[in-house]
């Protein structure tokens, strides 16, 4: 089945400071890719995605790049700021299935 | 609108007791999916119902575990004989469909289950 593999677990950098998440994943055939930040006790959002027709999207802050022949796609965060904490999950698409494969989540720490 | 809701928010029960987690997707939502999160880990995909098709049930670790969701509506995940390794939280999300134009999955707040 489908693998999905995200570093770093954990991810510390100064408020101002540029993030960066990545994941690889196994399947060739996927072909979306979305990310879901969660707040501290709250419920997965999703934040941002990606279809395997583009290589990258933006949205202000945020923006997720996807390299679809080394199989990685990238979360970067820009001008971080204290409410960007949280933990950060990245999902692959089984294609056909129509269920999400999750990674194993970042916790991004802002550091005022 | 209102978004997906769960209940209870938080359960305790012994080893041994039977649990019933309940879902209220969004309304309209023909796609219907059940998650388990353990304590710092990530989102275990555990069933997912599409309208009136058959349930995809390939991620319910054991048989102690069965969901049912009748029509487009709400969903109840039973977890039997329950173990201390079941604890965790248990998401349910909906979306719009689950066809071939994939659409957002929306989180409900969870139900923490805490077994002793």
């Known amino acids: 089945g489908e693998n999905v593999e995200q570093h770093p677990s954990t991810l510390s950098v100064q408020e101002g400071d540029s993030a960066v998440i990545k994941c690889t994943y196994s399947?060739?055939?996927?072909?979306?890719f979305p990310w879901y930040k969660q707040e501290l006790g709250k419920r997965p959002q999703l934040i941002i995605d990606?279809?395997?027709?583009?290589g990258e999207k933006k949205d202000q802050r945020i923006a997720v790049t996807l390299n679809k022949t080394a199989k990685h796609f990238s979360l970067h965060i820009t001008e971080t700021q204290p409410e960007d904490s949280a933990v950060y999950f990245c999902?692959?698409?089984?294609?056909?299935?129509?269920?999400?494969?999750f990674g194993q989540g970042t916790r991004l720490t802002i550091n005022p | 609108g209102a978004g997906v809701s769960q209940s209870p928010s938080n359960k305790v029960t012994e080893k041994g007791k039977d649990v019933e987690l309940r879902c209220d997707p969004i309304?309209?939502?023909?796609?219907l999916y059940w998650y388990r999160q353990r304590l710092g880990q990530g989102l275990e995909f555990l069933i997912y119902?599409?309208?009136?098709?058959?349930?995809?049930k390939s991620g319910l670790p054991s048989d102690r575990f069965s969901a049912e969701r009748t029509g487009e509506s709400v969903s109840t995940l039973t977890i039997q004989r329950t173990q201390q390794e079941d604890s965790a939280v248990y998401l349910c999300?909906?979306?719009?469909?689950?066809?071939?134009?994939?659409?957002?999955?929306?989180f409900g707040p969870g139900t923490r289950l805490t077994v002793l």
């Open positions: 999300a909906s979306s719009l469909s689950g066809g071939p134009s994939y659409n957002e999955q929306f």
């Open positions: 399947d060739s055939a996927s072909n979306y």
């Open positions: 990606i279809r395997s027709n583009v």
């Open positions: 999902a692959v698409l089984i294609q056909g299935a129509q269920k999400l494969v």
């Open positions: 309304s309209g939502h023909t796609a």
């Open positions: 119902f599409q309208g009136n098709s058959a349930p995809d």
